[in-house]
DNA sequence: CAGTGGTCTAGACCACTGA
DNA sequence: CAGTGGTCTAGACCACTGA
């Protein structure tokens, strides 16, 4: 306790009040000079307790008027996306990635996907399966930038899946995730060693570094092997 | 341009270089005595603007050492998980719920999730239907602790579904959704007029306020006509 | 006009930690 | 020991905006 700073301070007790309702969404916090007053501080470091509060949307500030608690509209969660063969082996099963396909070749114009990832240049386009202690976890396609990430060509995923070599080579700046559920196809369900039309949880997801794209993939994981967990998380305005 | 304040300029320099490859993870950026020197101005100044870099996870800092870019370990999106009827107005549809069964009855000790939310106290047991566009759109079964929410027992749930209403009429601290994908067994198929065995996204959704649970939702949503979608974000080491 | 938040300065002392 | 980051002070000027 003793060990926190000021502004530590002042910003777990504004987040505790908040959280456990004791300041309602719309009600105004202390201004600036009685944070001041009661903590005993200068007014700087009442401002690097705010700024947090402010950057997570726990709060609003008005020039003239006050900070306020905002109101929360949705809920908002902390959606861990982690790196597959890290989150497989931390549950005791052994990982492996088997690569089915893989393409290097020019962007379909008419296809948009391609098309928005990397204009009409080139593209590396991938299938492959995830297995956890051998058995198919999930189908992965996906297609990769080449302009976006030229070292990718001399890449090697008959060992580390294009996504692990990705999240440690390449930073991103925007990535989109679209979480759904559909029934296996028939190539899908052969590959996955599924009946027809089993239950599948599907990600998609599209990483950018600034205005360019990255990469997009799509997994179908097989229903009851795999699940998200999100977190926590408040989100207001 | 000329109207960003310093530190946004310093933060948006840092984040161009890092995000764009110019810094690589485990770079050292410029010790804040450089930064003061490059920017013309205070130490604060330079902190205000490496502070929210730092808890954003693009550096880290170690006294002594420096300031390094650090190294991207997962993809930890915030993901929305809005309130159904104003998701669904939103999209232009007309929205709907049908509340199927009510009970308000002891908690079941032998049954787990009852137990972990309410202990041996009152708990009440709601299932309905969500619709858009009087389609079926998904499945919800709840429970809710009567000793956390008392005013439940008054709400009216043949307009507002109860998750809208505890949305709107009581705070949460901690909240854990668990997503994942299922086939429909022959009740909920029935219930949302789907063949047995249809692909339905599942969010399993357990609300805290403290150490109070205050809510179990179990969600089936027909696949196809609903996904959750995470956006953004980085998290790092 | 007056009071709020936004930003910034030019210092200060400290804890930590590699050399 | 020396240099880094962590924190804090006691001011300052400004833009904004409700009264």
Redesign the interface.
Known sequence: MSEMSIHDRIRTDLETQI???GL?PGDRIPFEMELMKQYGCAR?TVN?AL??LV?AGLIYRRKRVGSFVAH?R??????????LPIEVVGRGQTYRYELLTRDVRKAVRSNEDERGLAGTGRIMALTGVHYADDKPLAFEERLISLAAVPDIEKADFSTEPPGSWL??H??????????????ANDQIAEVLKLPA??????IE?RTW??DDGITLVRQQ?V??E????????H?AT
């Open positions: 959280l456990s309702g309602k700087m690097k700024a947090p950057a929360p949705t809920h908002s969660m902390v959606l861990e996306v982690p790196d999240l440690h390449v930073p991103w700046t925007m990535a989109e995730n679209r979480i759904g559920a559909i029934g039309g089993w239950p599948c949880l599907t997801r570094r600034g994981f229903a009851g795999y699940g998200l967990i999100a977190r926590f998380g989100t």
